[in-house]
């Protein structure tokens, strides 16, 4: 799948680039955090659309600093989102889950994680992959790429746990992640779209296309 962030200042904003991404990728990134204002009435639309719903603190390289997220997650799985992401090292991402299986919602749990200075081993990325899989449904690993060592990382991880995990080398070297990763298991990668991007090194939605095309590469 390829993902598109939705990286607006206002709601209807928000739901109006949604749909005209949706014409393009297989689903939306909601990155609520750049959002200027949000409600839980807010929520139940962004849930209509086949999305990720993500509300990323400043601790982990986002823009939310505006308190508790955790009623607007709950929101979320009562609305049945198709994905919610919430960080590894958010301490009331169990309590998320345990919520979501005791309503009995479809919403997949994302657990993420994410380094931006480097790669770690690969030894300590399979402990996070672990780590987050003993709480969430899928993991999501986002890290620093600086030479192709890290590149290789990135893709033994998404083969080792592939379909139950979203594996990404941010920055430009790791641009070739982005284009293999859901190649070798990762379940989707991240796109932008006419410049707008959430993060370093995302590759234009139709030039990705084009590539994978060039390839023969069947997603």
Aim: with cysteine; glycine share 6%; hydrophobic share 40%.
């Amino acid at each position: 799948m390829i993902a598109l962030p939705v990286v607006e200042r206002k709601v209807e904003d928000s739901l109006r680039v949604a749909e005209e991404y949706l014409k393009v990728a297989d689903i939306v990134e909601f990155r609520l955090d750049y959002l200027e204002e949000v409600s839980l009435e807010d929520i139940g639309k962004f849930c209509k659309f086949n999305s990720i719903i993500t509300i990323r603190p400043t601790w982990e390289g986002g823009y939310w600093d505006k308190g508790e997220r955790v009623e607007l997650f709950k929101k979320a799985i009562e609305e049945n989102a198709k994905f919610i992401d919430v960080e590894l090292r958010e301490e009331k991402n169990k309590e998320l889950v345990e919520f979501r299986n005791r309503i009995g919602s479809k919403t997949k749990v994302i657990i993420s994680y994410h380094n931006f200075e480097e790669t770690p081993s690969f030894e300590k990325l399979c402990e996070v992959v672990e780590n987050s899989l003993k709480i969430g449904d899928i993991a999501k690993i986002a890290t620093m790429v600086k030479d192709k060592e890290d590149v290789l990382k990135i893709l033994n991880l998404a083969n080792k746990y592939r379909g139950r995990i979203i594996a990404i080398g941010m920055g430009e070297e790791g641009r070739l992640t982005r284009i293999l990763a859901p190649y070798f298991g990762s379940i989707l990668t991240f796109a932008s779209y006419k410049g707008k991007s959430s993060a370093p090194g995302q590759i234009e939605i139709e030039e990705l296309k084009e590539i994978w095309r060039k390839l023969k590469i069947t997603i």
